[in-house]
């Protein structure tokens, strides 16, 4: 395949500093080796930046232009014969904006997040105010409209097209969305075996809904053992082998087109042990 590397090296959009420092981590232990090594060609990585002279003082602003830029690397990419995408992401925000790319390169786009949290917040549900917990509820049109259309994801995604898989720390307002809404869901004490079969009858239904697909990898899955530094370790994730397992499962069930690796702190991992783990989980999902 044609593999382009697009990097967001912000948390939030605040530059240098715990997850910004996370694509660079990934890149520095190997990733673009990796990638060839399994006889991919390789691009990028292209580096998004927003220059200073376009930063304002809200931050949601400055996530879509972010996010607006990211999407035009995302797209440009997937003009390619035989192209993938991956997109190495401060944090979760920056989905948004990967998102808008795949939706501009195929209609109605579908997602699969693979986190320990939902990420689906809105500014009337958050107990925190906290803009790193409303990424999918922003690509699902819930809230923050001028963020997602900045990211030129104009038509929100179908929560039917919008899977969860993983997730061990929802809150309640979390957990009522998502049985409102009827997202396709496997939560993390799930897999506990049977890996494969439970992800595959998850999404083998959704595969004839959507023509191209998004991979989200947010490393705090793994927990704190496996990926030490985070900032929002959860209790109790799957194992190793279960995680590897559901990425590997999910790309041999839909056509991902874009899959991202996000929330990476190395500044927390001397050893760098999250870093090795996020490219086995790409390794995994180019597994074909």
């Known amino acids: 395949m044609n593999i382009s590397i697009v990097a967001v090296p912000y948390q939030m959009d605040v530059a240098r500093w715990n997850y910004a420092l996370g694509p660079a981590a990934f890149l520095d232990a190997g990733l673009v080796a990796r990638l060839e090594a399994l006889g991919h060609r390789v691009q990028g990585p292209v580096c998004i930046t927003l220059p200073r002279s376009e930063y304002t003082r809200d931050t949601v602003t400055n996530l879509g232009r972010i996010a607006a830029r990211t999407s035009q690397a995302v797209s440009e990419a997937l003009t390619q014969p035989d192209s993938f995408v991956i997109v190495l992401e401060g944090d979760c925000t920056h989905a948004v904006g990967a998102v808008g790319g795949l939706s501009c390169a195929v209609p109605a786009p579908g997602v699969v997040w693979l986190d320990a949290h939902g990420d689906l917040h809105t500014y009337a549900t958050t107990g925190t105010g906290y803009v790193g917990g409303m990424p999918y509820a922003v690509m699902l049109g819930w809230?923050?409209?001028?963020?997602?259309?900045?990211?030129?994801?104009?038509?929100?995604?179908?929560?039917?097209?919008?899977?969860?898989?993983?997730?061990?720390?929802?809150?309640?307002?979390?957990?009522?969305?998502?049985?409102?809404?009827?997202?396709?869901?496997?939560?993390?004490?799930?897999l506990q075996e049977d890996v494969g079969a439970k992800v595959q009858a998850l999404l083998k239904p959704l595969h004839s809904q959507a023509v191209g697909w998004y991979l989200h990898i947010d490393v705090d899955v793994a927990g704190p053992d496996t990926v030490p530094g985070g900032m929002t370790p959860t209790p109790h994730p799957p194992s190793r082998a279960a995680r590897l397992e559901a990425v590997r499962m999910t790309t041999r069930t839909l056509p991902v087109r874009v899959m991202s690796l996000a929330t990476y702190n190395?500044?927390?991992?001397?050893?760098?042990?999250?870093?090795?783990?996020?490219?086995?989980?790409?390794?995994?999902?180019?597994a074909r």
Request: charged letters at 30%; hydrophobic letters at 45%; zero cysteines.
């Open 143 to 190: 809230d923050l409209a001028d963020w997602r259309e900045a990211a030129r994801l104009t038509t929100p995604i179908r929560p039917e097209v919008a899977a969860l898989i993983g997730a061990s720390d929802l809150d309640p307002e979390e957990i009522q969305a998502l049985e409102q809404h009827r997202l396709p869901r496997l939560d993390a004490d799930a």
């Open 266 to 286: 190395p500044s927390g991992d001397v050893d760098r042990l999250g870093a090795h783990f996020g490219l086995d989980m790409v390794e995994q999902a180019l």
